[in-house]
Nanobody
């Protein structure tokens, strides 16, 4: 089964930082190279819909963020290593959610339905 795998989550206090990583398992990019995919990060809190967090273009030249994380989170990628990252600084209790990475073979998008490859998610919990 081709999938993405997130890591780096955990329990932290408000104001702390975390860096999430996203790597492909198996033959995730067998028909295309990693750098032909845009990457996105989404999150879902209990009882809420999955929401867009950040996205980065194929070569990393274009990034976009939700208003709620702009200035605190940084998305990046290392194409030779086929890894995507989400650096989260100044974490708030409202950032508590399951975080998902996703990939699509096109331009960046804020819509979850536009992404065809998804990880299973990783828990991030921020205590006050």
């Amino acid at each position: 089964q081709v999938q993405l795998v997130e890591s780096g989550g955990g329990l932290v206090q408000a104001g702390d930082s975390l860096r999430l990583s996203c790597v492909g398992s198996g033959r995730t990019f067998s028909t295309a190279t990693f750098d032909s995919y845009s990457l996105g990060w989404f999150r879902q809190a209990p009882g809420k819909e999955r929401e867009f967090v950040a996205a980065i273009s194929w070569l990393g030249g274009s990034t976009t963020y939700s208003d709620s994380v702009q200035g605190r989170f940084t998305i990046s990628r290392d194409n030779p290593k086929e890894i995507g990252y989400l650096r989260m600084d100044s974490l708030l209790p409202e950032d508590t959610a399951i975080y998902f990475c996703a990939a699509r073979d096109g331009h960046t998008s804020r819509a979850p339905a536009d992404y065809k490859l998804w990880g299973r998610g990783i828990q991030v919990t921020v205590s006050s």
